[in-house]
C-alpha cells in the first residue's frame, strides 16, 4: 500500500487534509476487503458501490447540519469515503496515492480560477450557508452517479475528484467556523486527528 507523503503544510486546507488523513487508513482497509470479497475486480460494481456508500454519506452530512462538531465529523467521513473511491478506482485499490490529492488540489485551484473569471457566483469556500454547500455536494453526488450510469468512465473519475475537492473545501469552512466558535482558532480536535 503506498504512503501518503504530500506536504499540505501552510496551505489554506492543511488542518482539513489533516483529519481526513487520520480516517483514511480504517478506510481503505475496510474498502479492500469489500472490493475483494464482495465486488471483485469489476469496475462497474466498484463504481456502483462507491457511489452508494458516498449517497449514504451525504445523507449523513445532511442529518449533521445543525450541529457543527457533528458535522466536521461527517464531513471527515465523507472526504475519506470519496479519497478512497479516487484510489479504488483509478489505482485497484494500492493505497491512498499522492496523486489522488494532487488532482483534489487542483480542482479546488481550478474553482479560484473560475471564479475570478466569472464562471461562478461563489465558491465552497466562500461565506454561504451549509445548506447552499450541501446542494452543491449533492449535485456533484449526482453527477457521479449519472456518470456510472452512462459508463464513461473519465466523467467518472472527474466527478470523483470533484465531490472530493466539495467535500474537503466544506470541512475546511466548517473546521474554522468551529474553531471561531470555540475562540480558538486553529485547534479544533477531530478524532484526535490535530
Known amino acids: 500500500m ?3 507523503r504530500v506536504n499540505h503544510a501552510g496551505t489554506r486546507w492543511q488542518p482539513a487534509c489533516e483529519a481526513v488523513k487520520a480516517e483514511l487508513a480504517t478506510r481503505v482497509a475496510r474498502v ?9 475486480r ?16 451525504l445523507g449523513d452530512v445532511a442529518r449533521a447540519l445543525n450541529d457543527a462538531g457533528e458535522l466536521v465529523a461527517e464531513l471527515v467521513d465523507f ?21 489522488a490529492w494532487v488532482h483534489v488540489g487542483r480542482e479546488m485551484a481550478r474553482w479560484e480560477e473560475l471564479k475570478a473569471q466569472g464562471a ?33 468512465l473519465a466523467g467518472v473519475s472527474t466527478e470523483l475528484v470533484q465531490v472530493a475537492a466539495v467535500a474537503l473545501g466544506w ?7 468551529e474553531a ?7 485547534e479544533v480536535a477531530v478524532g484526535g486527528a490535530l
Open 2 to 4: 503506498a504512503t501518503l
Open 32 to 40: 479492500q476487503q469489500a472490493m475483494v470479497v464482495g465486488v471483485g
Open 42 to 57: 469489476d469496475v462497474h460494481l466498484r463504481q456502483r458501490y462507491m457511489a452508494l456508500v458516498l449517497t449514504a454519506e
Open 79 to 99: 472526504a475519506a469515503e470519496a479519497l478512497v473511491a479516487v484510489t479504488h478506482l483509478w489505482h485497484d485499490g494500492q493505497g491512498i496515492l499522492p496523486e
Open 120 to 152: 461562478f457566483e461563489w465558491c465552497i469556500t466562500d461565506p454561504v450557508s451549509h445548506q447552499q454547500r450541501l446542494a452543491v455536494l449533492a449535485e456533484e453526488v449526482g453527477e457521479l452517479v449519472e456518470a456510472i450510469l452512462s459508463g464513461h
Open 171 to 177: 470541512l475546511q469552512v466548517a473546521m474554522d467556523e
Open 180 to 186: 471561531a466558535a470555540a475562540g480558538d482558532a486553529g
